[in-house]
């Protein structure tokens, strides 16, 4: 289950995105081994904008994504097993309003 931005951070420019994983328990283990442990283990891996390159995520804290210039963008978050396999998939469409860089 991935949430929605948090409008009150991405009007600052910050994209934080919460998200949840049922039956399956987010930490940081990789490999072969860990597909026969007991909940399930996983991770997330993260896209932008179709990037051609992703990053992993096993901290199972929001996402915080900062620094995207304005306009429409794309985060795409896979969860994964603990040997890469995408098991599920969501992508969140959002949009980085303009700034007003005149106030800090």
């Known amino acids: 289950m991935v949430d929605p931005p948090l409008p009150e951070q991405l009007a ?9 994983a049922e039956n399956l328990r987010i930490v940081p283990v990789f490999g072969p081994n860990a597909l026969d442990v007991s909940p399930r283990l996983g991770h997330i891996h993260v896209t932008v904008d179709d990037a051609a390159w992703h990053w992993a995520d096993a901290s199972g804290e929001p996402l915080i994504i900062q ?38």
């Open 12 to 20: 600052k420019g910050l994209v934080v995105i919460r998200y949840r």
């Open 67 to 104: 620094d995207l210039p304005p306009g429409p963008h794309k985060v795409w978050i896979g969860l994964a097993d603990p040997t890469h396999k995408i098991l599920d998939s969501k992508t969140v469409d959002l949009v980085v309003p303009p700034r007003d860089n005149t106030h800090h």
